[in-house]
């Protein structure tokens, strides 16, 4: 259920992670679309004329997760810039918004990861569906080790309680 970022554990623990939320599912053909798009965005990636050492992935369908090894070059301001342009346009390609803020997740108890809205999220959550323990995606991890460590939180410790 962890994103399988390529090559993850050549990447130091503090790697920066950003991870995007696309406002819909993407097809299998637009996953491999922008698969290969990030991986020459990626390759090419550059802070003040110095290559970063990147890696990113779409996780089921629905999430991009970009990954910098900072060990070696660090991710400027510019060139955080240049993700955001890039991923900006990607998504103006393919017609989807890789920055909704306002999508979540959870792993059901057959491990099957299910996108909402807040409304969607609320009502789970109501209903029962979503109780305190169910794991919740952590969207907001910052490192490979969050990744690793906090990638699945139970919703009763989440960030996501607040929003509902």
Not at 107 to 113: K, M, P, Q, R, S
């Amino acid at each position: 259920m962890l994103p399988q970022l390529a090559h993850a554990n050549q990447y130091a623990p503090e790697s920066r992670i950003w991870v995007y939320t696309s406002d819909r599912r993407l097809s299998d053909t637009e996953v491999q679309q922008v698969q290969d798009a990030l991986l020459a965005f990626t390759r090419e990636w550059t802070a003040h004329n110095q290559a970063l050492k990147a890696t990113a992935e779409v996780f089921e369908n629905q999430c991009i997760i970009l990954m910098v090894d900072e060990s070696q070059a660090g991710a400027s301001g510019c060139s955080i810039d240049k993700s955001v342009h890039f991923l900006e346009h990607l998504g103006r390609q393919i017609g989807a918004d890789f920055f909704e803020r306002m999508r979540f997740a959870w792993a059901d108890e057959n491990g099957a990861i299910h996108f909402v809205n807040r409304p969607e999220l609320a009502a789970a959550r109501q209903s029962g569906v979503v109780g305190d323990r169910t794991p919740m995606l952590n969207t907001l991890v910052q490192s490979r080790q969050e990744l690793l460590e906090k990638w699945l939180v139970p919703f009763g410790e989440s960030w996501h309680r607040r929003v509902v």
